[in-house]
């Protein structure tokens, strides 16, 4: 009974938190769907009476620099880059959930804007340290927004990555491998990334232009 207690102790603080930094309508109702299913999971399937054994996300070495992936697949010098690298000055001052309120309020400002929803679901992973279904959630949304896009996959792998799934996460980046056109600027990012989880990369098919160099 006291996991149970606990993790409502949880949800509260979160949902608490987000209503103090005056986050609002669907954003609020978004996250609490997503921390009301993970509850009902944990209650169908979870076993408090097990030792614990936390994963380490944060100490977790990312495979790949999150912030020079971001900008490497989303660009620089825009409004969302602007609200991302404030996110990032947060984080990196011990401050995940201050980055993940910023972050929803933008989110609920500009619910179009895809960049702005990774951001969230990088936040939320940071401040939960893993791959919660708020953050899966940000992602899906973020994929709905700019479909083909690799950015929200690749991310959506990069947290896989830091919660101890690898295999996961190579799974993700392989298979957007997989479509990527063979001169895509960010195709060698999501390669090393594919390595750098024991995975193997296949080179691409060889253009025209370059068959004939």
């Known amino acids: 009974m006291m996991a149970y207690a606990t993790l409502a102790i ?7 938190g987000l ?6 309508g669907p954003i609020m109702t978004m996250i609490a769907a997503a921390l009301m299913f993970g509850c009902a999971g944990y209650a169908l399937q979870g076993r408090p009476t097990l030792e614990g054994s936390p994963r380490e996300f944060a100490e977790r070495p990312a495979p790949l620099p999150l912030t020079g992936a971001r900008q490497a697949l989303l660009g620089q010098f825009d409004p969302s880059d602007n609200w991302l690298n ?3 000055a947060l984080s990196a001052r011990g401050k995940p959930s201050e ?5 929803a309020k933008q989110v609920e400002r500009h619910p179009g804007d895809f960049k702005l929803w990774i951001g969230l679901g990088n936040a939320l992973a940071d401040h939960a340290q893993t791959l919660t279904p708020a953050a899966r959630l940000a992602y899906r949304r973020a994929a709905e927004l700019a479909p083909g896009h690799p950015a929200p996959g690749f991310f959506l792998g990069l947290a896989e990555a830091r919660s ?3 295999e996961a996460a190579r799974q993700i980046w392989s298979d957007i491998l997989r479509t990527a056109p063979a001169d895509a600027s960010w195709r060698p990012l999501i390669e090393q990334g594919v390595i750098a989880t024991g995975g193997s990369v296949t080179p691409p098919p060889a253009t025209k232009g370059q068959a004939g160099s």
């Open 10 to 16: 949880f949800v509260f603080v979160i949902l608490g």
């Open 19 to 24: 209503w103090l930094a005056r986050i609002r």
């Open 86 to 88: 404030m996110a990032d």
């Open 99 to 103: 980055a993940a309120a910023l972050l």
């Open 164 to 166: 101890g799934n690898p």
